[in-house]
């Protein structure tokens, strides 16, 4: 099976909230490893770049509002089918439709307060990491894990 990685955003109502932790812990406890890791208040350029595909759309302005207006956690999460796992362990959009025990379902207000964004697919995973992670700031975990003292 093919190791991915993909863009995951605790966003800044997660954070507000204190439940960066948890939500971090879900997408652990799938499996998926922590490559790159940032906590950072998001310039407007980027922010944008990153919801490009949404111009035109009424609620954009908004995003790019509340995207920018407090810190948020960005990460690179790698492993199989790191994509659809990750999204998965994210539930729907709209976390009343998301499905029970998704962190959507379990922890989100509304569709604007969705806690967390993760990349929907191969092409849009490369391109968002590229934009919001140096490749110096990956780690090649196959290799890291070589000096580690416990298996898992
Ligand atoms: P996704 O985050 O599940 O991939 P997208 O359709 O890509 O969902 O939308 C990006 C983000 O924009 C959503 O996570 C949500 O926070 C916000 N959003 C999407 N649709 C609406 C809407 O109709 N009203 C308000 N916010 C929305
Ligand atoms: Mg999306």
Redesign the pocket.
Known sequence: MAVERTLILVKPDAVQRGLTGEILSRFEKRGLKIVGAKFMRVERTLAEQH?AE?VGKP?LP??LDFITSSPLLAMVLEGERAIELARQTMGA?DPGKAAPGSIRADLGLS??L?LV?GS?GPESAPREIALWFDESELIDYKQATEQWLIES
């Open positions: 919801y949404h609620f908004g995003l959009t569709v604007g969705n964004h929907d």
